[in-house]
Nanobody, 129 residues
Framework: QVQLVESGGGLVQPGGSLRLSCAYSGFTLDYYDIGWFRQAPGKEREGVSCISSSDGKPYYTDSVKGRFTISRDNVKNLIYLQMNSLKPEDTAVYYC??????????????????????WGKGTLVTVSL
């Protein structure tokens, strides 16, 4: 059974940093895309960053490039999202998600929320003074 549990959200001032963690279980990460998504109030869910199983590379949405870094710890079964230089517009609920393998995904396809099948419950990030 696939499980994803996010942690690490909180309140941070603009310019600050946070590191989100996603503990995953029930699958072998090497064979599936996994990523971070976010949904701000009144907005659609968007892909923030992901790791593609097709090439092993990370992908980022333009608004977070140079500020956010996705990484993985295969021993601890964790995915991280290091967020630096946070801005008020980064305020959102952040979700970890992975796919079931029923589609052929490659490259930045993992940034599309419609390609993900399993979701965590999310963790709230608030960037404010």
């Amino acid at each position: 059974q696939v499980q994803l549990v996010e942690s690490g959200g909180g309140l941070v001032q603009p310019g600050g940093s946070l590191r989100l963690s996603c503990a995953y279980s029930g699958f072998t990460l090497d064979y599936y895309d996994i990523g971070w998504f976010r949904q701000a109030p009144g907005k659609e869910r968007e892909g923030v960053s992901c790791i593609s199983s097709s090439d092993g590379k990370p992908y980022y949405t333009d608004s977070v490039k140079g500020r956010f870094t996705i990484s993985r710890d295969n021993v601890k079964n964790l995915i991280y999202l290091q967020m630096n230089s946070l801005k008020p517009e980064d305020t959102a609920v952040y979700y970890c998600a992975t796919e079931s393998g029923i589609r052929y995904l490659y490259g930045s396809n993992c940034l599309s929320s419609s390609n993900m099948d399993y979701w965590g419950k999310g963790t709230l990030v608030t960037v404010s003074l």
